[in-house]
């Protein structure tokens, strides 16, 4: 593997680390301040449509962090993925960089998402209406992105 891919490994994860523990500070120190009742669901506009205890915020951080785990240790077996090509000894480098990649990359993507929800959450705010729609196009612009890095590679 080469030392680039390496960097932006180590960036993307030193990201999302910052993000997840950022969240978790940032509630630790605004937890006095918060209102007691919180929106706990939202509609697909964005509108709350529950709202619960101040508690409830704990849930979203203690996901993402689950979700960052799980995705990390998905990362290390790349034998189990699903590369959509062939991997020969002479791709193999080249295609599970790519794969590795674009597991962090979503990764990243959807920590920083539900650390925006949290936020959102802890300010007693609906979502911008932009966010729901966002998300896939997001998500699917870097699958797209990957793939075709991938096909080009192999």
């Known amino acids: 593997m080469s030392i680039k891919n390496g960097v932006y490994s180590f960036t993307v994860n030193a990201i999302c680390l910052v993000l997840l523990v950022g969240n978790l500070l940032y509630l630790i ?16 506009s964005g509108n709350v449509t529950r709202y619960g ?11 993402n962090f689950l979700m960052y785990i799980g995705v990390s240790v998905v990362e290390r ?4 993925w699903n590369t959509g090509v062939k991997v020969t000894e002479e791709n ?6 790519i794969i590795k990649n674009m597991l962090v990359t979503i990764k990243m993507e959807m920590v920083a998402l539900i650390v925006f929800i949290s936020i959102n959450q802890s300010l007693g705010a609906n979502l911008p209406g932009w966010i729901i729609p966002i998300i896939p196009i997001v998500i699917t612009v870097s699958i797209v992105f990957f793939i075709v890095k991938l096909i080009r590679a192999r």
């Open 29 to 44: 120190f605004a937890w006095g301040n918060l209102p007691e009742q919180i929106p706990a669901h939202f509609d697909s």
């Open 53 to 63: 205890g101040k508690g409830e915020l704990l849930i979203l951080p203690i996901m």
């Open 92 to 97: 193999k480098w080249r295609v599970h960089r």
């Open 77 to 80: 077996f790349p034998q189990i």
